[in-house]
């Protein structure tokens, strides 16, 4: 027996998120009830990150172990497309040490958010977009982006639930505001350790008031001084958002203290204790 890593892409529209729910259809459902046809017995798995109802992926990262050795990767990436839905993918396979666990491996999480900035919106991508009709300045969302960039507290940006307290601290490597060659689509992409719930969706929110004029670029900073959810009510719908890719590879935490806006001891401690909340 041995385990293996599986790259997957999925269309959210049809799922309550990825995480097991009682009563609803999820990603992570689908893909043990796979496991269970080819297996013959109960299977579970690990995955890099959570997605929320309607989010889609194109590199989620799941591991889980392989109970027949005469199994290649390629044999395992072909069962599981035969036994999975047509809106769930395996892109990948590959097989990892025995104590893997993506969601404490991951160094890197990047995700993607499309708005379509158009008068009239596209039916046909309803579902994958935010088609937003009202102007949009790129050059006033790129520089409201600059003060996201570091290690700070987000708790603006952050869903509260009730049975959980996570930390807040957050590193965010990395935002991108790019238009892309269809006409009014614009990319915003995130690179970031690991995130809070809602998080990139709020943040694309945050952007888009700087975009349409109503904030100032410097107002990102404001609001993340004051680290609380109701000095942010804008939340972009989940339809753009997309679990791009998920890395591995060491990154230098250290290049990004230099951005954070509060005792560095202190973010450094409680980034250590939030790596794995995604």
Same mark, same amino acid.
């Given at each position: 027996?041995?385990?293996?890593?599986?790259?997957?892409?999925?269309?959210?529209?049809?799922?309550?998120?990825?995480?097991?729910?009682?009563?609803?259809?999820?990603?992570?459902?689908?893909?043990?009830?796979?496991?269970?046809?080819?297996?013959?017995?109960?299977?579970?798995?690990?995955?890099?990150?959570? =997605?929320?109802?309607?989010?889609?992926?194109?590199?989620?990262?799941?591991?889980?172990?392989?109970?027949?050795?005469?199994?290649?990767?390629?044999?395992?990436?072909?069962?599981?497309?035969?036994?999975?839905? $047509?809106?769930?993918?395996?892109?990948?396979?590959?097989?990892?040490?025995?104590?893997?666990?993506?969601?404490?491996?991951?160094?890197?999480?990047?995700?993607?958010?499309?708005?379509?900035?158009?008068?009239?919106?596209?039916?046909?991508?309803?579902?994958?977009?935010?088609?937003?009709?009202?102007?949009?300045?790129?050059?006033?969302?790129?520089?409201?982006?600059?003060?996201?960039?570091?290690?700070?507290?987000? $708790?603006?940006?952050?869903?509260?639930?009730?049975?959980?307290?996570?930390?807040?601290?957050?590193? !965010?490597?990395?935002?991108?505001? =790019?238009?892309?060659?269809?006409?009014?689509?614009?990319?915003?992409? !995130?690179?970031?350790?690991?995130?809070?719930?809602?998080?990139?969706?709020?943040?694309?929110?945050?952007?888009?008031?700087?975009?349409?004029?109503?904030?100032?670029?410097?107002?990102?900073?404001?609001?993340?001084?004051?680290?609380?959810?109701?000095?942010?009510?804008?939340?972009?719908?989940?339809?753009?958002?997309?679990?791009?890719?998920?890395?591995?590879?060491?990154?230098?935490?250290? %290049?990004?203290?230099? %951005?954070?806006?509060?005792?560095?001891?202190?973010?450094?401690?409680?980034?250590?204790? $939030?790596?794995?909340? $995604?």
């Amino acid at each position: 027996m041995r385990r293996v890593a599986a790259a997957l892409a999925y269309d959210g529209t049809g799922f309550c998120g990825f995480q097991l729910q009682e009563g609803v259809r999820t990603v992570e459902e689908e893909i043990e009830r796979a496991l269970h046809r080819i297996f013959k017995e109960p299977m579970t798995i690990d995955f890099a990150g959570r =997605t929320d109802t309607g989010v889609h992926a194109v590199g989620q990262v799941i591991s889980f172990f392989v109970k027949y050795d005469t199994m290649a990767d390629r044999d395992v990436k072909n069962a599981l497309n035969a036994n999975l839905p $047509s809106d769930i993918y395996t892109r990948r396979v590959w097989t990892v040490e025995t104590n893997f666990n993506p969601r404490f491996a991951a160094t890197r999480r990047i995700y993607h958010y499309y708005v379509l900035n158009t008068r009239e919106p596209d039916l046909f991508s309803k579902n994958r977009c935010w088609w937003f009709p009202y102007p949009l300045d790129i050059p006033r969302m790129r520089a409201g982006s600059r003060y996201l960039e570091g290690i700070h507290d987000f $708790s603006t940006f952050m869903k509260k639930d009730k049975y959980e307290d996570k930390n807040p601290v957050r590193v !965010v490597f990395r935002v991108r505001v =790019t238009p892309l060659r269809r006409p009014g689509l614009i990319l915003i992409r !995130v690179e970031g350790q690991s995130f809070l719930r809602r998080m990139v969706r709020n943040i694309v929110g945050a952007l888009i008031r700087v975009g349409t004029g109503q904030w100032e670029p410097q107002k990102i900073k404001e609001i993340i001084m004051e680290r609380t959810r109701t000095a942010l009510n804008t939340t972009a719908p989940p339809e753009g958002l997309y679990l791009y890719s998920v890395d591995f590879t060491p990154v230098p935490i250290q %290049n990004y203290l230099k %951005n954070a806006y509060w005792s560095e001891n202190d973010l450094r401690e409680d980034l250590f204790c $939030s790596r794995a909340d $995604s």
